[in-house]
């Protein structure tokens, strides 16, 4: 299995387990809110002004913020959304290890 690919199947356990916050709007609103997420993801072909308000709010509610090498549509498929997601945000700080983890292992292969 590719590396990608766990992650993405990471993310689909995350929304399985209602642990993810889909879309832009969302998950920068769910930033400004008293619950804030654990992690932000970008996918890899947003466009440069959604890519600077993702880390211009993640920088300034101090949440980590991971751009993927995939696209939005990839993305949207793993997580069960039938059209393209920017952004994903991981509200869970145990599923957030397992999708960190499973990063990791991408960057140590």
Do not use: Q, W
């Not at 916050?21 to 440069?48: H, Q, S, W, Y």
């Not at 949207?76 to 397992?98: F, M, Q, S, Y």
């Amino acid at each position: 299995m590719a590396a990608a690919e766990r992650t993405l199947g990471a993310l689909g356990l995350c929304a399985r387990a209602r642990g993810l916050i889909f879309g832009t709007p969302m998950v920068c609103e769910a930033l400004a809110g008293r619950k804030k997420p654990r992690l932000v993801l970008a996918a890899a072909d947003n466009a440069p002004a959604t890519d600077k308000r993702l880390t211009d709010r993640c920088a300034y509610y101090g949440v980590r913020l991971e751009k993927l090498s995939v696209t939005g549509a990839a993305l949207a498929h793993a997580v069960g959304k039938n059209a393209h997601l920017a952004a994903v945000a991981v509200t869970d700080e145990n599923l957030c290890r397992l999708v960190l983890g499973t990063m990791e292992e991408n960057h140590n292969v």
